[in-house]
């Protein structure tokens, strides 16, 4: 998902309880923090040989020790304003993509894609999914054929919507 549909939605939902979900149905609890707002830039060659250049938009949430089971969750109005005030002194690329990097004593860190914000009663709920290694030349060559990589468990989450490619000179035979 892209900053400015995900803050944009945001927005739009003031005072509304924000939870995060991930994959398996199971939710950050209450009482989380927004530690940190951080603007990326990935710069890679595949091991096709190709140049890839994103950006990110990355939210660190964390659960301090201690936090009461039954703890609020933050409103959405207190998220847009931590982030507004993030925009103002490092400026956030709104057609970077949006990532959550959480964890905790049961989950490894680790940085999630946004899939979906969803409007539920319960407040608005940001869909997690965690990221999957891929070979990208093998993957633009199954989807050059008419293959997904759906039917190959799951959908291509580490090929970014801003992404820009830039094949380079070919590589070996054999790139893996």
């Known amino acids: 998902m892209l900053v400015r549909d995900f803050i944009q939605t945001i927005q739009q939902n003031p005072g509304k309880p924000l939870r995060f979900l991930y994959d398996d149905g199971q939710t950050v609890p209450g009482g989380y923090h927004v530690t940190e707002i951080k603007n990326a830039q990935f ?16 939210v660190q949430v964390w659960l301090p020790d201690g936090v009461a ?4 969750l933050m409103a959405t109005d207190k998220f847009a304003k931590i982030w507004s005030i993030v925009d103002s ?12 990097e959480y964890g905790n004593d049961q989950r490894v860190t680790a940085v ?3 899939d979906d914000l969803q409007l539920t009663p319960e407040g608005l709920l940001v869909k997690m999914a965690p ?10 060559l199954q989807e050059l054929n008419g293959y997904t990589a759906t039917a190959y468990g799951g959908t291509p989450q580490t090929k970014h919507e801003a992404e820009q490619v830039i094949p ?5 035979a054999s790139c893996c």
């Open 43 to 58: 710069d890679t060659i595949d091991c096709g040989n190709s140049l890839h250049t994103w950006r990110e938009v990355i």
């Open 69 to 72: 089971p039954d703890a609020p």
């Open 89 to 100: 002194r490092i400026p956030l690329d709104n057609e970077a993509e949006v990532r959550v």
């Open 112 to 114: 999630y894609h946004v």
């Open 131 to 140: 990221s999957r290694t891929l070979c990208k030349p093998r993957e633009l």
């Open 168 to 172: 380079l000179a070919a590589a070996p």
